[in-house]
């Protein structure tokens, strides 16, 4: 079956950081971007961060620029999200998925939590 799958989330505090990893199962990484999403409780899937698969463009969300690094390792089929100066507002469970917009996203993984607390 062919999905991406994310892991890495976990339980960490205010000012902490955690490495997420979004790994293609079952084929290569293809198409134009890879984009990581967040859905806290009560709110919205948002999209945090986005890289192309072809070039050495990426881009952020506000919230997380400047905290939020996104990167891919072709040789492993893998693109992750290394998150610094972690905040409780950041709690969330993180997805990723080919597109950088919710609306371009045909399906969606399990996620991987990411708790902010002290």
């Known amino acids: 079956q062919l999905q991406l799958v994310e892991s890495g989330g976990g339980l960490v505090q205010p000012g902490g950081s955690l490495r997420l990893s979004c790994a293609a199962s079952g084929f290569t990484l293809v198409g134009n971007s890879i984009g990581w999403f967040r859905q806290a409780p009560g709110k919205e899937r948002e999209g945090v961060s986005c890289?192309?698969?072809?070039?050495?463009?990426?881009n952020y969300a506000d919230s997380v620029k400047g905290r939020f690094t996104i990167s891919r390792d072709n040789a492993k089929n893998t693109v992750y999200l290394q998150m610094n100066s972690l905040k409780p507002e950041d709690t969330a469970v993180y997805y990723c998925a080919s597109g950088c917009t919710v609306l371009s996203v045909a399906s969606w993984g399990q996620g991987t939590q990411v708790t902010v607390s002290s």
């Open positions: 890289i192309s698969l072809k070039t050495r463009w990426t």
